[in-house]
């Protein structure tokens, strides 16, 4: 294998992680079977609403995509800026709001992977340390994460 077809194989291993044709549900498979009427209903014992959790997960995915391109970026003060007021608990206007702004940003994030321009393994400018591979895996690891909580809470609130 050449390191051509060495980068488009991890691009194309990359992109797969972002849209879950691996070892989890893709986030389309699980949005479309959620019961997004109960999207702002509190679980006994759950800190957040399926919603806050969605809505931490696109923040903190933007945030890493903004800060893969910009330098000029200012991250939110971590924890509250990552995460909606906790008296908003959203509504299905909010939950579709979410996903459309979340896949966006995905897709935002899949095209500065897919990019061949986008040397993946440099170091960002602006970081410390960081590369565009190294926030491509924290994007698909963090979205998992978060992914499996939201299954559990669906399965709650649909037997609720």
């Known amino acids: 294998m050449n390191q051509s077809t060495h980068d488009k194989s991890l691009r194309e291993h990359l992109i797969s992680l972002f849209t879950g044709d691996n070892a989890h549900i893709s986030f389309d498979d699980f949005v479309k079977d959620f019961p997004v009427e109960k999207c702002g209903q509190r679980i006994e014992g759950i800190p957040y609403t399926a919603w806050q959790v969605l809505e931490h997960v696109r923040i903190a995915q933007r945030d890493i995509l903004e800060f893969s391109r910009d330098a000029n970026h200012v991250s939110p003060k971590w924890p509250k800026g990552y995460w909606p007021n906790q008296d908003d608990v959203g509504d299905t206007a909010k939950w579709n709001e979410t996903i459309e702004r979340f896949r966006d940003d995905l897709q935002q994030i899949e ?13 960002i400018p602006h970081g410390t340390g960081q590369t565009i591979l190294r926030e491509a895996l924290l994007v698909a690891d963090h979205n998992a994460n978060h992914l499996g909580a939201l299954i559990v809470m669906a399965r709650l609130l649909k037997a609720q």
């Open 111 to 123: 095209d500065l992977v897919n990019d061949p321009a986008t040397d993946l393994f440099a170091k």
